[in-house]
């Protein structure tokens, strides 16, 4: 209902985010705190101390965002939460203090799919998409095109059948040696490569599927890492190699996908879709058909509080919350699943 407050709770994995929307007024607060910093001595994710972290940080960062909107806690309506897919522990963190808070202040809680948050964390910008469009989703783990009719209304048009986008950029990254978190540093040294000094295969590319596969990228790498001795210059050309080849895929399905489906709005969102060079080449490739992309702001790309405090607002327009505050997470939930969720 419009002027309801949502406050939103991230932590599936690495970031903890909180937020409070309103409807009818829109984002009023938001907050991040990222873990990189930690993680990037033990080259990824270590997940009890990505738990702990978010125990440490959670509550802090909520006051943080009531101060900024100058709201008190009496004032929120409803509390979203990430419930799954993410690390298990991670997520306890977040559903145990949404529903310790929903239920101290007797309001209802909203256990929220962290992929939908991506897929309409768009929204959040202006201009905004009009349903229906097609959503790419690029994130560490999971690459899906998707067919948005509306809140809830997904079709699964195709995916990874491996290696999702994120982590060929993550693993390939490994190989040249980069640090954590490895696909924005690849990118970063791919802008001192060569263009086309090292051609790298695209699987999948020219089937008739819309599903992806970046396995074979990753080997490909691996043997040209073997094959050449790595300076400065050649690490450079083999992660433009890696990002050009990568963008060839998700540009090309994208362009596909909305030619089967007839659509003309892409939606991309998840952490890859801050990539300067899949931007490029998707706005480039799109409207010179006729279409239009959208993304998110950059600071909403990653994991953030803003887009489940988002979709747990349209969730609560629809009476879908729970109020007798006992929960669970889902580390594995596929986005087709949703709607059986939500079903009381």
């Not at 997904?154 to 693993?171: M, N, Q, S």
């Not at 490569?193 to 080997?219: A, E, I, N, V």
């Not at 596909?256 to 489906?261: D, E, G, K, V």
């Not at 969102?269 to 490029?280: F, K, Q």
Request: with cysteine; aromatic share 6%; net charge neutral.
């Amino acid at each position: 209902m419009k002027g309801q407050i949502t406050l939103g709770i991230e932590s599936s994995c690495d970031e903890t985010g909180i937020a409070l929307y309103q409807m009818g007024r829109g984002l009023l607060a938001h907050a991040l705190h990222t873990q990189v910093a930690m993680h990037s001595e033990y080259g990824g994710v270590v997940p009890e101390l990505a738990s702990r972290d978010h125990v440490k940080r959670a509550v802090p960062l909520i006051r943080k965002v009531l101060a900024q909107a100058d709201v008190s806690l009496e004032k929120i309506d409803a509390i979203a939460y990430t419930q799954g897919p993410g690390l298990g522990g991670a997520l306890l963190v977040g559903a145990s203090i949404a529903n310790s808070l929903g239920f101290a202040l007797n309001i209802p809680t909203i256990g929220i799919h962290h992929l939908e948050g991506h897929l309409l964390s768009p929204l959040l910008s202006d201009p905004a998409p009009e349903f229906p469009f097609v959503a790419l989703l690029v994130s560490g783990g999971h690459t899906q095109l998707m067919r948005v009719e509306g809140v809830g209304r997904y079709e699964l048009l195709g995916e990874t059948v491996d290696d999702a986008a994120g982590e060929a950029f993550d693993k390939s990254a490994k190989l040249l040696g980069l640090g954590y978190p490895g696909g924005p540093a690849l990118s970063r040294l791919a802008q001192s490569g060569s263009p086309g000094k090292y051609k790298l295969p695209r699987p999948m590319l020219h089937s008739d599927s819309l599903d992806f596969s970046f396995s074979g990228l990753k080997t490909a790498v691996l043997t040209l890492v073997r094959q050449n001795d790595l300076n400065d210059q050649a690490r450079a050309d083999i992660a433009c190699a890696t990002q050009e080849a990568i963008v060839d895929v998700l540009a090309r399905k994208a362009r596909a996908a909305l030619a089967q489906t007839g659509l003309s709005q892409l939606v991309v969102a998840g952490g890859v879709g801050a990539n300067r060079l899949l931007r490029e080449r998707l706005t480039h490739d799109i409207e010179k058909r006729g279409g239009r992309v959208f993304y998110p702001e950059l600071e909403f790309c990653t994991d953030n509080g803003a887009m489940i405090a988002y979709a747990g607002a349209l969730r609560l327009a629809q009476n879908q919350e729970n109020r007798d505050y006992r929960f669970d997470v889902k580390p594995r939930w596929n986005l087709d699943e949703i709607e059986r969720h939500y079903v009381r």
